[in-house]
């Protein structure tokens, strides 16, 4: 299935934790937990441009093609080389402070990011708009 689309986050499990455990300040961690993230993705076979908008915050695209080590950016604005992978139909990708995967499930962009420092995982569930 295709990652191609435009979604806005519908709900989010454990934020406060995961921004806790990757050292967020508590008043960074305020100010973005009502953010309505929009991610936009487009896929050409194995070449994705991945970019998340943050309304009043930071926008970032990241460019990659599976399998090949890539330049990175995180929306805190560190940049790192990864190799995103796909693994059973999931964008799968290491994050300097955590581990990262995106799928479609019924027609919904989910994410998940699951911190290295053990603790719970931030997941977030995007709707295409309407």
Request: net charge negative.
């Amino acid at each position: 299935m295709s990652f191609t689309g435009k979604y806005e986050m519908e709900s989010e499990n454990n934020y406060d934790e995961f921004m806790k455990r990757l050292g967020l300040p508590s008043d960074r961690i305020e100010k973005g937990r009502d953010l309505k993230t929009i991610s936009e993705v487009q896929q050409d076979g194995q070449n994705f441009t991945w970019s998340q908008n943050y309304p009043g915050g930071p926008s970032i695209t990241n460019n990659f093609t599976i399998g090949k080590e890539c330049d990175m950016e995180t929306v805190m604005g560190k940049k790192f080389k990864a190799t995103v992978q796909m693994e059973g139909g999931k964008v799968v990708v290491n994050f300097p402070h955590y581990n990262y995967t995106a799928e479609i499930v019924d027609g919904k962009l989910v994410e998940v990011s699951v911190p290295l420092v053990p603790g719970k995982i931030d997941e977030n569930v995007f709707l295409p708009p309407a």
